[in-house]
C-alpha cells in the first residue's frame, strides 16, 4: 500500500508504517516555511501498512496552536469527554496546516476486516 501527501506539485511519499511529522522545525519530515504554523504542527501515524491517521500537535500531548482541519472541518481533541488522539484519513482528503493545503492519497484501497470509521482512536506507533 502506498500513501503520499501532493502539496503544490509536489508528491511526499509517507512511510510504510510509523510517524510522519509535519511542521516548522528543521527535524520534521515535511518542513513547512509559515510562522503561523507550530514547530510540529501534526502527526501522521500509518499503521500496519493501511490505515493512516492524523493528530493534531507533536503526537503525545501538546497540540498546534491553529489547529488542523480535514476537508474545512477543524480536527476537535475532544470526542464528548473522551480524549481524541487521532483520525483516521480517506483517500483524498483536503489537509490544511496554515496556509499550506495538502491531499492525502492512497494509491490503492485497503481491505478492512472491520468498518473503520473516523472517530478511530489509537495509540502513536513510534517505530
Not at 500513501?3 to 528543521?26: M, S, T
Not at 519530515?29 to 510562522?35: G, H, I, M, Q, W
Not at 502527526?43 to 474545512?72: A, Q
Amino acid at each position: 500500500m502506498n500513501h503520499y501527501l501532493q502539496i503544490k506539485n509536489n508528491q511526499i511519499a509517507l512511510p510504510e508504517n510509523g510517524i510522519f511529522l509535519i511542521g516548522r522545525d528543521d527535524d520534521c519530515d515535511l518542513v513547512l516555511s509559515d510562522n503561523r504554523i507550530s514547530r510540529i504542527h501534526a502527526c501522521i501515524n500509518v499503521v500496519n501498512e493501511c490505515e493512516v491517521y492524523i493528530i493534531d500537535g507533536d503526537c503525545i500531548n501538546r497540540p498546534s496552536r491553529l489547529g488542523v482541519f480535514i476537508n474545512n472541518v477543524k480536527l476537535s481533541l475532544f470526542s464528548g469527554s473522551e480524549l481524541k488522539k487521532s483520525t483516521l484519513l480517506k483517500d483524498k482528503d483536503k489537509i490544511k496546516i496554515g496556509n499550506d493545503v495538502l491531499s492525502y492519497n492512497a494509491v490503492t484501497a485497503c481491505n478492512f476486516t472491520s468498518a473503520s470509521s473516523e472517530d478511530d482512536t489509537i495509540t502513536p506507533n513510534y517505530g
